[in-house]
């Protein structure tokens, strides 16, 4: 069966530390992978998706940065992070032609 | 103008209503639309998707979609206290597979 996994589920940070929150996926090849960034009370917003493994499209330029080292590896990372960046990150796998999205646990970063 | 919009509510309906949600988008190319319930601090969790003009049933969940007004709807019949949720409207983009969210309405079901 499909899932997809992400961690840590929860995640207090201080300004200026580095970030790395990991997703994979099982039980699929080639995937296509999406990091999304909830802010309290708000919809998702789409941050970085990669269609293949160093194919990496960013949404929406900012402190983070994404990497796809493996197929079914997709890192969200940062340098150091800003009061700004806490919020609730998903980790999507959309199918091939946007026909369903399968959602990770979620990660609660709190900066502080 | 927001690619998709959705009224962030909240939505307050009695235990046994029917409950509406609306959500408009502005791609006319657009071709699948979905429904996701998000608990709070959870990830979203999907109810339902359709690609054609009209209704598509599920259980107690109706969707609606009217492409010439560019509209997808969630009808809730008989709504229950555990309906109580962020109901979150998504679109796929012509070019590729990304999925579009709008902000969600909060739902609250009264007992």
């Known amino acids: 069966s499909q899932t997809i996994h992400q961690w840590p589920a929860t995640l207090v940070q201080p300004v200026g530390s580095p970030l790395s929150l990991e997703c994979t996926v099982e039980?699929?090849?080639?995937?296509?992978l999406y990091w999304y960034r909830q802010a309290a009370g708000r919809g998702l917003q789409l941050l970085f998706y990669?269609?293949?493994?160093?194919?990496i499209s960013s949404e929406v330029p900012q402190n983070l940065s994404a990497s796809r080292p493996q197929d079914r590896q997709f890192i969200l990372s940062s340098k150091k992070l800003l009061l700004s960046d806490s919020g609730f990150y998903l980790c999507?796998?959309?199918?091939?032609?946007?026909?369903?999205?399968?959602f990770g646990q979620g990660t609660r970063l709190t900066v502080v | 103008q927001k690619e998709v919009e959705q009224n962030s509510g909240p939505l307050s309906v009695p235990e046994g209503a029917i409950a509406s949600l609306n959500c408009t988008y502005s791609?006319?190319?657009?071709?699948?639309f979905f429904w996701y319930r998000q608990y709070s601090g959870k990830s979203p969790e999907l109810i339902m998707f359709i690609y054609s003009n009209g209704d598509k049933e599920d259980g107690r969940f109706t969707a609606q979609l009217n492409k010439a007004s560019q509209y997808v709807s969630l009808l809730i019949r008989d709504s229950q206290p555990s309906d109580s949720a962020t109901y979150l409207c998504a679109v796929t983009k012509t070019a590729g597979n990304m999925l579009t969210f709008g902000g969600g309405t909060r739902l609250m079901v009264k007992p």
């Open positions: 999507a796998w959309v199918i091939t032609g946007g026909t369903e999205a399968f």
């Open positions: 039980g699929t090849s080639n995937p296509n």
């Open positions: 990669s269609v293949g493994i160093g194919q």
């Open positions: 791609d006319r190319g657009s071709q699948s």
